[in-house]
């Protein structure tokens, strides 16, 4: 009686195993017409079955249904599972007709999830990477021009967070730092910037930079008058040229901050006299004309 069972058992077993097989035809026709009908939500669970289950899936036929299923994500605004589904499709299917649209979507997906531009721009560099696949390798294609929108849109973030850095540093009474993030942004993005402004921040920070480092010349200058001190009360010679060797050494530093103090007031001065030639109806023009005035004064 007990073998009788075990065999009923392993018999229902195999059965129901046979039951469970998938064929790929009964669950693409259904996956795709579920799709064409906008019922996403089971479409999307007859696309994974597909995918995962199916017997007989061609690569053809994974190609489609993960193209498929991405853009149920896509269409859903589920975009990060858009993105992990079409960063998939990618990996699998390089040649794939729907690249350049793949392209496009995970572009916009990435945007979609960025943060505002105060936050971490990883995200934000991802779309501007995948539009500009578009544009390198498919010049042709109908999402060139989508991918330019992305791309300008993205940079506008990158943009703005470097403003927003400068004017931190500006803030925080680090002006030389300032100038340097406000000229990065200069240079880097003159399309996503208000340039009269910007030139005008550059030598604003450029011409203060001496108020950045006003403490640590004090600081050093202190360091050199007790070194001073020490060397005429110093008998041993070697212990002596160690010292003056330390004093040589803060002395130079204290003279290349006072030299880009200079150079940079000098630098704020050429930039001031352009900018106010370049842009004679600047907001801007009056602040320029004063601070170039304080800069003639001061020499």
Same mark, same amino acid.
């Given at each position: ?14 059965? !129901?195993? &046979?039951? +469970?097989? $998938?064929? #790929?035809?009964?669950? /693409? ?7 064409q009908?906008?019922?996403y939500?089971d ?7 597909a ?9 053809t ?11 149920i ?7 990060i ?6 960063e998939?499709?990618l ?19 990435y ?6 531009p105060?936050?971490?721009?990883t ?5 501007i990477e995948?539009?500009e ?9 109908v999402?060139? !021009?989508? &991918?330019? +929108?992305? $791309?300008? #849109?993205?940079?506008? /973030?990158e ?12 803030h ?7 100038a ?6 200069y ?6 910037i208000k340039?009269d ?5 550059i ?10 480092y006003?403490?640590?010349i004090e ?12 060397i ?16 040589k ?8 901050l006072?030299?880009r103090?200079q150079?940079s ?16 109806n ?7 004309e ?10």
């Amino acid at each position: 009686m007990k073998r009788i069972l075990i065999v009923i058992f392993a018999g229902t077993v195999l059965f !129901s195993c &046979a039951e +469970k097989t $998938i064929k #790929k035809e009964e669950v /693409m026709s259904k996956a795709l017409k579920l799709y064409q009908k906008g019922e996403y939500d089971d479409a999307k669970e007859y696309f994974k079955k597909a995918i995962y289950k199916a017997e007989n899936m061609t690569t053809t036929d994974i190609m489609k249904a993960r193209y498929y299923l991405g853009n149920i994500y896509y269409m859903e605004e589920n975009y990060i599972d858009a993105i992990v589904e079409f960063e998939e499709f990618l990996s699998l299917f390089p040649t794939a007709p729907q690249v350049p649209e793949v392209l496009y979507k995970l572009a916009d997906s990435y945007m979609k999830i960025s943060p505002s531009p105060d936050r971490d721009l990883t995200y934000v560099r991802k779309a501007i990477e995948k539009a500009e696949e578009i544009l390198d390798n498919y010049p042709e294609s109908v999402y060139v !021009s989508k &991918a330019k +929108k992305i $791309i300008a #849109k993205a940079k506008k /973030m990158e943009a703005t967070h470097i403003i927003e850095i400068a004017d931190l540093y500006e803030h925080l009474g680090k002006y030389y730092s300032a100038a340097v993030y406000y000229n990065l942004v200069y240079d880097d993005y003159p399309e996503q910037i208000k340039k009269d402004f910007i030139v005008y921040k550059i030598a604003f920070n450029l011409a203060n930079s001496g108020k950045q480092y006003e403490d640590e010349i004090e600081e050093y200058t202190e360091k050199i008058k007790k070194l001073e001190k020490k060397i005429k009360e110093e008998k041993d010679i070697e212990k002596k040229n160690v010292l003056i060797n330390r004093k040589k050494l803060l002395e130079d530093h204290v003279n290349r901050l006072k030299e880009r103090i200079q150079n940079s007031k000098n630098r704020a001065v050429s930039i001031l006299k352009h900018a106010l030639k370049n842009y004679p109806n600047s907001e801007y023009k009056e602040e320029m004309e004063n601070l170039l005035k304080k800069l003639d004064k001061e020499g």
